[in-house]
């Protein structure tokens, strides 16, 4: 019997015997983490600001190969089985990503797509055409063993802005106190889509690569990107998606009007709607994630599904749960040895320079540069904060499996650096955009002053009165469409008008969750 795989064996000499294996380990670990992690969660998430996903990553690197080798990916099949592995990896990623993108559909407005088409477009266009071709020239720059179509694959890895990183951000005390919604709204929307929309980047840089190795012609490398790409993954499950999410939405409400369906069973209809989505168009070989995120528009087109269980906690119940155990996950599987290659050109210090650079350049610049076409972003502040907050975590695990499945065995040195270099710019995001938010809320008057000046230098700009010229305070918690504050004086002499549209859904709307209970710091 292989070693790997052999089972305590059975004894009749004690009346007891320890049974430690592989499975035990990982939920003593995920135990730990909800039960002792849990007791002072109020503490970590709502006052010290500290997302999940960095305290999750640390236990799993505490108790993964670097640490006390508890959960160890080796272990669960033959050492050097490393297709096996990876498979594993890519079908948790595979079902994580589908349960968040399909939530974060889910909790979008009423017709989201349809009236924010615009901002949503340019976030998952030229920005996100501009974060691929910057990380690849960011890596191509600093590994000098790579080509740049090898880069682009890389690249295109670490394109997707995360979705479970992303609900840190748009979900919690701190977002609804400080984050206005539509910019919560517009952050979901895109890391929602944007994760399945990364199949035509890093299918072309594959391409690309498959052209070079095998002598194909570009034309019919192109040919096939766009074939196989844009109209059977894209085109085809975007299809699907509207059509499953409408079909389950009708069914939904006329199993709920005839009482043919129970409470528990309505709540957990959309993970239900998530595994059968990724079933069907799994099976077609289409891209399973963006038709998830697109079921789940189509699913709470209306906003029914959405207002009959806000109220209920059970989606964010399964969020925490899954998020904490595929970080922790993460956490075991950073490969620590492989950051240090000489034969490929790879050190310490040209990764800690990626990913630097790619979390300053690969995102930041290009909204600020497309803000003003963008009509959710209204400010040069919500342009920083939503060019900063682009997070990478699960999907970039998810989209190197795909990269390493599909690249040619010749390309060795690709096939070496894909996994250290991704890995290494997933631990530099999860820390630095998970610190970001305690050193925000614990520096407050400093940000404060630092936003307020830049506000008033893009209301210079813009030609208009400072949108900060006094302090956020109770005097100034109401807010107006353009995200302008009113002073208590102004709301009195305004109450008629303010009575007057009192029952206008708009006008309710037009004061921003966010900006009562704080200072609206975007």
């Known amino acids: 019997m292989d070693t790997w795989r052999q089972e305590p064996e059975p004894t009749l000499d004690g009346w007891y015997h320890l049974d430690v294996s592989a499975t035990t380990r990982v939920l003593g670990v995920i135990g730990f983490y909800i039960v002792v992690i849990g007791l002072v969660s109020y503490n970590i998430k709502d006052r010290a600001f500290i997302s999940d996903a960095l305290i999750a990553l640390s236990v799993g690197i505490a108790f993964g190969p670097i640490g006390a080798n508890w959960i160890n990916i080796e272990q669960w099949t033959r050492p050097d089985d490393y297709a096996t592995q990876g498979s594993i990896v890519y079908e948790i990623m595979r079902i994580v990503l589908g349960i968040q993108v399909l939530f974060t559909g889910i909790s979008l407005p009423k017709a989201y797509m349809k009236h924010a088409w615009r901002s949503v ?19 191509y720059g600093l590994v000098p063993s790579l080509t740049y179509a090898e880069s682009l694959v890389i690249g295109a890895c670490i394109t997707p802005t995360d979705p479970v990183l992303a609900a840190s951000i748009v979900k919690g005390r701190f977002a609804e106190e400080h984050v206005r919604k539509h910019l919560r709204d517009l952050i979901s929307a895109e890391s929602g889509a944007n994760d399945g929309l990364g199949f035509p980047f890093i299918y072309l840089g594959l391409y690309l690569v498959h052209v070079h190795t095998n002598g194909e012609s570009l034309a019919s490398g192109l040919q096939r990107w766009i074939v196989h ?53 799994g099976v077609l070989g289409s891209d399973d994630l963006l038709c998830a995120f697109v079921v789940g528009n189509s699913f709470t087109w209306d906003d029914w599904f959405r207002k009959q269980t806000e109220d209920h906690s059970f989606q964010d119940v399964i969020d925490i749960l899954i998020n904490s155990a595929v970080f922790i996950f993460i956490g075991t599987l950073i490969p620590w040895s492989e950051f240090q290659n000489a034969a490929s050109d790879l050190t310490i210090g040209r990764l800690f320079g990626i990913g630097i650079l790619v979390m300053l350049f690969r995102r930041l610049p290009w909204v600020i540069a497309t803000y003003k076409f963008n009509p959710a972003i209204e400010n040069f502040a919500e342009a920083v904060f939503t060019g900063w907050f682009g997070p990478i975590g699960v999907g970039a695990v998810y989209y190197t499996q795909v990269a390493l499945r599909e690249l040619p065995a010749e390309r060795e040195n690709l096939r070496r650096l894909v996994n250290p270099i991704v890995y290494f710019i997933i631990l530099c995001s999860v820390v630095g955009h998970g610190l970001t938010l305690p050193i925000i809320k614990h520096t407050p008057r400093a940000w404060y002053h630092a936003s307020k000046q830049i506000m008033r230098e893009d209301s210079r700009m813009r030609g208009s009165k400072d949108p900060l010229s006094r302090p956020l305070g109770s005097g100034q918690k ?45």
């Open 478 to 522: 109401k807010e107006s469409k353009n995200g302008l504050s009113m002073t208590e004086t102004q709301t009195q002499q305004s109450s008629a008008q303010n009575s007057n549209n009192s029952n206008d859904p708009e006008h309710d709307e037009s004061v921003q969750p966010g900006a009562q209970d704080g200072e609206a710091i975007v």
């Open 229 to 281: 790409i844009w109209i059977y993954d894209i085109a085809l499950s975007i299809a699907m998606g509207i059509v499953i999410g409408y079909l389950a939405r009708k069914s939904l409400k006329y199993a709920e009007k005839k009482n043919w369906i129970d409470h528990e069973n309505f709540l957990g209809y959309g993970v239900g709607l998530t595994f059968f989505s990724l079933a069907v168009v």
């Open 121 to 139: 477009s340019i976030m998952l266009g030229p920005v996100m055409i501009a974060m691929w071709l910057i990380a690849s020239v960011i890596i």
